[in-house]
């Protein structure tokens, strides 16, 4: 099953968080199909979250499922949930 959800980096005590489509028998921070923006959850910048959002409604309508932390970030840009 392909699925929509978040792969860490950064370094230790400083996460980073890239949204991305893979598969979901990889592991969290193993390789991916496509990046579909990032999340800085301390919130340290302006842009600390950014979704590319046409990308992100061609991965929903071909069948990815997004775990629930991707769905709240992905509805806080304006991604369409059918």
Do not use: C
């Amino acid at each position: 099953m392909v699925k929509i959800r978040l792969s860490r980096f950064g370094s230790t005590h400083n996460p980073h968080y890239r949204i991305v489509v893979t598969d979901s028998r990889v592991a969290r921070d193993g390789g991916y199909i496509e990046n579909l923006g990032h999340y800085d959850p301390r919130k340290t910048s302006e842009n600390y979250l950014k979704v590319h959002v046409d990308r992100a409604q061609y991965w929903l309508g071909v069948g990815a499922q997004p775990t629930d932390t991707a769905r709240r970030l992905l509805k806080s840009q304006g991604v369409k949930f059918s």
